[in-house]
């Protein structure tokens, strides 16, 4: 089996060469369907997982913009359209320094599986540009996403592609996307989602990849009897998805420790109750400063430069910042610290050698692609709510959201129980792949 399984990751590897992200997602999955597949007759023979792990199209192209100085800036934009097999392609848009083809192409091919979790009808993408917001104006945020949008719309649309946002990509910035859309196509439609809620957005978007990722680490939490009930949980980031799953756990009762941001992270050993995450959201959100800020306003907090929160003892870890932000010693320190629940809201976030450490621990262990696929199931829901052009109320997306993690929880399960131990990787790989998988060989070889 471990010789089938390399051959393939070398036939990939080589036509993606320098794309270490990518080789890293597509050697996640292929390590837990390959054998799968050997058991499957119906898959011998198609080839499938090297298709899925070529995308039908990428686009680059050039994003010129003028900044508050009069220079003229360039930055390079980037939509990989990776599957289409169960619906158009849905995936975020990345603006952050750090975005390249093999981030992007990771996340998209994670979209995939994730997408198909869900059980709604959207196949897999994801976009972005190495621009980075931080420190921009406002002025300098809409120039440059009407740049990018200028491009963009052509390979768009509400039944071909339907970005949404990621890291670097808000509210804020998909209004102005969304504006140079409309105006380009002189359409109204939901062509984007995490849109405002005035104009074609759905309750609960924002809420959602936060509230899911706590939602499913429920889910894993009751079978083994257990809860959120006074529970010292450990987070990291302080943007969107960190925000909301701390609004979440302390819903629930349960302790929030840390918060975190790229330059260290915040401890709070009374807990950061739901004023103290008021003023974060303030802080991040509004006035966009930095998380070292939150000791200025509660002194008994306090703020370590550089470092990651993992070292706090917890007994539940919520990665919610960016791939690869938790690596084997920070898992053996959780693991030892006694913490027992991993729910990603990020995506990659735990290196593969962190997560062995998990399954080596029987950590209740979830993968992003399960845990954090209530942000696009709720994108969904706004896609849904756009077609029939109306609106659903706060509990009924909230209900709808609870019960897609429930049933992602179920198709981990499905495919993932071991001998007294539930592989949630293993049970997400196999489930979003057997989706896809059966879709393909039903539409031929395109
Ligand atoms: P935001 O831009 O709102 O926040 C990102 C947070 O992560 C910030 O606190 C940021 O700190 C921190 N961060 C970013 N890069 C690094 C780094 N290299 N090291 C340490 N911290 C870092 O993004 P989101 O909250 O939307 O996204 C967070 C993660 O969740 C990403 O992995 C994203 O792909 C994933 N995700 C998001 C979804 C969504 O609906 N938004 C859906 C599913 C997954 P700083 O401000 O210093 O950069």
Redesign the pocket.
Known sequence: MKKIIESFITEVGQRNTHEPEFMQAVREVAENVIPYIVTQDIYHGKNILMRMAEPERVVMFRVPWIDDTGEIQVNRGYRIEMNSAIGPYKG?L?F?E?VNLSILKF?AFEQVFKNALTTLPMGGGKGGADFNP?GKSDGEVMRFCQSFMTELFRHIGPNRDIP?????V?GREIGYMFGQYKRLKNEFTGVLT?KGISWGGSLIRPE??GYGAVYFAENMLQTRGDSFKNKEVVI???????QYAAEKCIQLGAKVLTL????GYIYDPEGIDAEKLAFVMDL?NRTRG??SAYVNAYPKASFHKGKRPWEVPCAIALP????N?LDESDAKTLTSNGCFCVSE???M?STPKAIKVFHAHKVLYAP?KAS?AG??AVSGLEMAQNSLRYNWTREEVDTRLQAIMKDIHESCIKYGTEKGHINYEKGANIAGFVKVADAMLAQGVV
Do not use: M, Y
């Open positions: 975020g990345r952050h750090s996340l931080k949404a946002g990621d890291i670097g808000g995490g959602a990849t990291s980031g302080s943007g969107n998805v960190a975190s941001d790229s330059s991040k930095r998380i919610c910042a960016t791939q932000e809201g990020a995506n976030p992003g954090n942000g696009v």
